[in-house]
């Protein structure tokens, strides 16, 4: 709603749309409207006071963080919005330390203050809280709470009083009475931190005991881009208040592309270079890949040095190809409006390059260079997908390497032990709007399901066994005898085999069919259909026939020796353990803590991380589908969790049994298809 009312104040567009109506500039896509949220970076375009601003407006849920650290990447400036009403996020410390990472200053605003029941003060206090005291409001609301439309600005020393109606326009006059000395007293603060920037402005204002106007606006650019100053500013965007004085504070001493004239970037042997913004040789960085209807692929980029136009052969470093580059757009929402060249600190669009992904860098042939790419987090939440119709594989197949080009964040993988499709997003909603798209785009029906849990099987003793199988059927018959001895090997050995027959009961020829046997039965699991792992198998006798023993008589046997000895050496289910790092608020740790355990989890330690506490813990991945949704609503939505496979370890008995029931009931319902 921010950016449709600045686009509203520059007369960009005649009418504010709404979230609820779905006719807003920036979220335009299906899923945005039918969600309600954003989920995509959506380019827009303005101008103000003389000046271009391309804005990117970024998703605010976390599932689809990896738009917003695309649009930081290429971004001069971070404009990070709190909701007066909700206070913090999780969400605003993580735009926050990256905007941080990628060197960005920052400025603050505080929406939705029309809202009934806020505490403005609260909101600005708990942000000094989290990003320090260089945190200073230039605005502060009059009267906050429904009918609100005044604001005070501190560096004019005026009350702001906006016209009812969305437009944006406004009256001023100077403070007067308590609201004078109230700006008077921000005034002398502000000066102070802004003379902090600089040695010789403070000696100065010591001196005089205050600084001009003039003198302050001459340092407020430098103070924010050393981020001396955090500005915070107080706007209702849905009724359009206070926001034409924050733009008017971003087109004076906001950042340009001037404040990063030289980016730093690898060069062809990966020694370190920068690209200055005035040098001739185009470089351009992909942030972001989507794919629009009826549009095909767009790359959506940013031009740091030199300038692009349509008919250039940009060469492609990262992937060594050359790509030529069509026609060129700026976006403004769905808006695409083609234009012949973009120079450097511009961005914009191109349709359907070749072999370019996000996070690629194009360049001239003449000047080879990378510019760093986005780390993006890994995925938390995982889920099986179950195609609906049979012959969709090469569809959904297509379809999932589209959507992980497009969004690094997601990632998709085929486990051949569970025979199961694995997505892997950052959210529930995240793999829902997954599903949604391959509808949409690809016309493949799926469903998630839980994803089956990779048990293992294995033995606690030894066995013996020995197996004789027969055959005799009209001519040629079959006959081989095994005998073989099973104990357990050191977790995680695997499947150990080894031969140690004497003498000539049993030519060596068929030890490679035995072990074939035997590796048949450990893929396919013998007390309850899983992977057997961690057992040595010992062929150490047998008995052949000079005619009748064959390759397959002996792999038979194998394998029957193989369970047979396997049932009597006490079977055991194994399942694969996490270790899982849980990042929250201190006051929650008192119900994570309790979560943890009644998900059979095991406390390694805690950690103090700033204003959180970072829990490290072992937990099943039984127990781990949708925990980054039930972390979220433990913590409000302010904790996080990163999962990473540990070890094997025992199934508890009673969890044992459930699975090897279900293991007999499955086969007997085979067994009755069968026949």
Same mark, same amino acid.
């Given at each position: ?397 297509? /379809?999932?390497? =589209?959507?992980?080009? @497009?969004?690094?964040?997601?990632? *998709? +993988? $085929?486990? %051949? ?99 074939? /046997?035997?590796? =048949?039965?450990?893929? @396919?699991?013998?007390?309850?259909? *899983? +992977? $057997?792992? %961690? ?112 070890? *094997? ?27």
């Amino acid at each position: 709603m921010l950016c449709e009312a600045m686009l509203a104040c520059s007369g960009r567009i005649g009418r504010m749309g709404s979230i609820a109506a779905g006719s807003t500039v920036s979220d335009y896509h299906p899923s945005e409207k039918a969600h309600q949220i954003s989920v995509h970076a959506t380019l827009l375009n303005t101008e103000w006071m003389g000046r271009k601003f391309n804005i990117i407006d970024t998703p605010g849920c976390a599932d689809f963080i990896s738009e917003g650290l695309g649009a930081l990447r290429v971004g001069d400036f971070a404009v990070v919005v709190i909701h007066a009403a909700h206070g913090l996020g999780y969400g605003t410390d993580a735009v926050w330390e990256y905007a941080s990472e990628f060197g960005l200053p920052k400025m603050i605003v505080v929406n939705a203050l029309d809202k009934p029941n806020l505490d403005f003060e609260s909101v600005v206090n708990s942000a000094r809280e989290h990003f320090g005291k260089k945190v200073f409001p230039l605005t502060l609301p009059v009267n906050p709470g429904p009918g609100f439309n005044q604001v005070l600005d501190v560096m004019r020393s005026e009350v702001v009083t906006y016209k009812p109606g969305t437009t944006g326009a406004y009256e001023e006059k100077p403070a007067e009475g308590a609201l004078l000395s109230r700006v008077q007293e921000l005034h002398r603060q502000l000066v102070e931190s802004v003379a902090e920037s600089d040695d010789k402005l403070l000696e100065h204002y010591f001196e005089e005991g205050s600084l001009s106007e003039e003198e302050l606006r001459s340092y407020l650019h430098k103070a924010i881009q050393e981020q001396v100053l955090i500005p915070l500013f107080a706007v209702s965007a849905e009724t359009n208040v206070g926001v034409a004085r924050m733009m008017d504070l971003i087109a004076k001493y906001g950042s340009s592309p001037l404040d990063r004239a030289e980016v730093p970037a690898k060069g062809a042997d990966g020694e370190d270079l920068t690209v200055p913004l005035d040098k001739p040789e185009p470089v351009v960085y992909v942030f972001k890949t989507m794919n629009e209807q009826g549009f095909g692929e767009l790359s959506m980029f940013r031009v740091y040095s030199g300038r692009i136009k349509s008919g250039d052969e940009l060469y492609n470093p990262a992937r060594q190809v050359s790509e030529r580059i069509s026609q060129i757009y700026l976006l403004d929402g769905q808006e695409r409006t083609p234009v012949p060249w973009l120079g450097a600190g511009d961005i914009g669009a191109v349709v359907k390059l070749r072999d370019t992904r996000t996070g690629d860098t194009l360049c001239s042939p003449r000047f080879q260079v990378e510019l760093s790419k986005v780390v993006y987090p890994r995925p938390n939440i995982h889920g099986s997908l179950k195609l609906k119709s049979k012959g969709d594989e090469d569809k959904l197949a297509a /379809g999932l390497a =589209t959507l992980h080009a @497009e969004d690094p964040t997601f990632l *998709y +993988r $085929v486990d %051949d032990e569970i025979h199961q499709t694995i997505v892997s997003g950052q959210g529930e909603i995240h793999l829902q709007i997954i599903v949604e798209r391959l509808m949409r785009r690809f016309g493949v029906a799926v469903e998630l399901e839980e994803p089956r849990i990779p048990y293992r099987e294995t033995i606690r003793t030894k066995a013996d066994s020995k197996y004789r199988h027969k055959k005799q059927t009209g001519g040629a018959g079959q006959f081989a005898e095994v005998c073989m001895r099973l104990e357990p090997a050191a977790r995680d050995s695997g499947l150990q085999f080894i031969q140690s027959l004497v003498g000539t009961n049993v030519d060596r020829v068929f030890v490679p069919s035995v072990e074939k /046997g035997v590796k =048949t039965a450990c893929t @396919e699991g013998v007390y309850a259909g *899983y +992977r $057997v792992v %961690d057992v040595k198998a010992e062929f150490y006798d047998g008995k052949m026939h000079p005619v009748d023993s064959k390759d397959i008589a002996f792999q038979i046997a194998g394998y029957f020796a193989f369970k047979e000895g396997f049932m009597n050496a006490q079977p055991r289910l194994l399942e694969p353990i996490y270790t899982v790092t849980i990042t929250v608020p201190e006051e929650y740790m008192g119900d994570i803590m309790g979560d943890i355990s009644s998900r059979r989890g095991k406390i390694l330690g805690v950690d103090n991380d700033g204003r959180f506490q970072v829990v490290k813990a072992l937990m099943p991945q039984k127990e781990l589908y949708h925990y980054s949704s039930i972390v979220r609503s433990i913590t409000s939505g302010r904790g996080r969790h990163a999962e990473e496979f540990s070890h *094997y370890e025992e199934v508890p008995p009673d969890l044992e049994k459930k699975l090897v029931d279900e293991a007999h009931a499955r086969r007997e319902a085979a067994h009755a298809n069968h026949h």
